[in-house]
């Protein structure tokens, strides 16, 4: 959706960015799933943080915090997502918004990860079947009208407009960094049988986004030359009736809807483990078991609820979809670079490096989201400035680097 919208306003190469980025992050994953996956006990992304520099309330508030927030704003572009698509079934985007919140809520509550990987599989399935057919069926209708050809479209640069290569740096960047330590990537990783099996369908998930993304970038640049009109948001509905049979349109449609709709479930899935875990057990009660504590599941059921409540409304007063996924990743990929995948590495870190990363990362990502200043590039300048000061913090704090540097090879 995010794609066929970008692709309609910027053109064919523009609608691959985020596609080709998230494929290049699933190659990566490849690489770092299996890292992960060695460390038994981890459940989140903040008790890899607490394994790798000790118990911190300051780095588990922050990471899960900022991960709250980020992570309704990924819900609600999920929901803007829905609301574009519904529109071909006549429903207007409020109701659509509003209804795709009610099914969210219902999903969380009757599906985990399980059933996220079983409705994702058919879906993916789908899409790779119709996505090609809706791309050779808008060329040619695009062909008739003004006579563009295939070869004429792919001749376009890659880069169409002075601004497409810091939209590409928009897209590619978080999405690439912030998919290697994601909530819910992490959480796909530890569900997965075994190493093995978390690197083989890293893999093929890149390759399935290599192919997914030609047709995608297709749809939107046709969209724009056969609707141009109609709001980028709603564009993909409008292709798919006019170039599919009506059978085929309705099946097509309906996998879509359904593959956001599981696409936020997940992440609901995630935003209750945030709160109950990782907010409320880890921070608040972090002496106690987890299933002991009275009310973790109240609050996690609540706090999926409230999330789509507030995703609701932000989705309502916000249309672009591929903004509201990008708007928050400094805030989070960009800060937690350092901490995770530089610690990870590097034997070094230890806890007041990590402490410097995220408090100097965090200044520098909010000086840009908040219009102060705007960095050359806000997701690298932040991963470099949270690099730097984990290294300086970490040097200058010699007895823990020994001390940490023995527990990271003991493990």
Not at 376 to 387: I, K, S, Y
């Amino acid at each position: 959706m995010g794609g066929v919208q970008q692709g309609a306003e910027l053109g064919l190469w523009a609608g691959m960015y985020g596609i080709i980025g998230y494929a290049i992050a699933s190659f990566a994953n490849a690489w770092i799933a299996p890292k992960f996956r060695r460390m038994a006990n981890n459940l989140t992304p903040p008790d890899y943080v607490e394994s790798r520099y000790g118990a911190s309330k300051f780095l588990r508030g922050y990471h899960g915090i900022v991960y709250i927030f980020g992570t309704i704003a990924i819900i609600a572009a999920q929901f803007n997502a829905f609301g574009g698509m519904a529109q071909a079934f006549g429903i207007s985007r409020p109701v659509a918004i509003i209804i795709g919140a009610v099914v969210v809520i219902v999903y969380t509550g009757m599906s985990g990860m399980w059933g996220v990987a079983v409705t994702d599989v058919v879906q993916i399935g789908i899409c790779l079947v119709f996505l090609p057919i809706i791309a050779v069926l808008s060329m040619n209708v695009l062909n008739e009208k003004v006579g563009m050809t295939l070869g004429s479209m792919f001749s376009e640069p890659f880069f169409a407009t002075p601004s497409a290569a810091g939209t590409f740096l928009y897209s590619l960047i978080p999405t690439v960094i912030g998919s290697l330590f994601a909530y819910e990537y992490y959480l796909r990783f530890q569900s997965a049988k075994d190493e093995r099996d978390a690197r083989i369908s890293s893999i093929i998930g890149g390759i399935f986004l290599l192919v997914l993304a030609i047709p995608v970038g297709l749809i939107g640049s046709v969209a724009h030359d056969i609707f141009p009109d109609i709001p980028s948001d709603a564009v993909l509905s409008h292709v798919v009736n006019q170039t599919l049979p009506p059978w085929a349109a309705i099946i097509f449609l309906a996998a879509v809807l359904a593959a956001i709709m599981s696409t936020a479930d997940s992440m609901m899935t995630s935003l209750a483990g945030m709160c109950s875990r990782d907010i409320y057990h880890k921070l608040f009660h972090p002496d106690e078991e987890y299933n002991n504590l009275p009310h973790s599941m109240k609050i996690a059921r609540w706090s999926s609820i409230i999330g789509a409540v507030l995703a609701t409304i932000i989705s309502l007063n916000f249309q672009s979809i591929m903004g509201l996924l990008f708007w928050t990743s400094p805030l989070q990929c960009g800060v937690m670079f350092a901490p995770i995948i530089v610690g990870l590495f590097w034997k070094g870190a230890n806890k007041r490096g990590a402490y410097a990363a995220v408090i100097c990362g965090a200044i520098i990502a909010l000086i840009d989201m908040l219009g102060i200043y705007a960095w050359p590039e806000r997701m690298l300048t932040t991963m470099a400035v949270g690099t730097v000061a984990l290294v300086i913090g970490s040097l200058t704090d010699k007895s823990q680097t020994q001390l940490q540097k023995a527990k990271v090879t003991a493990k």
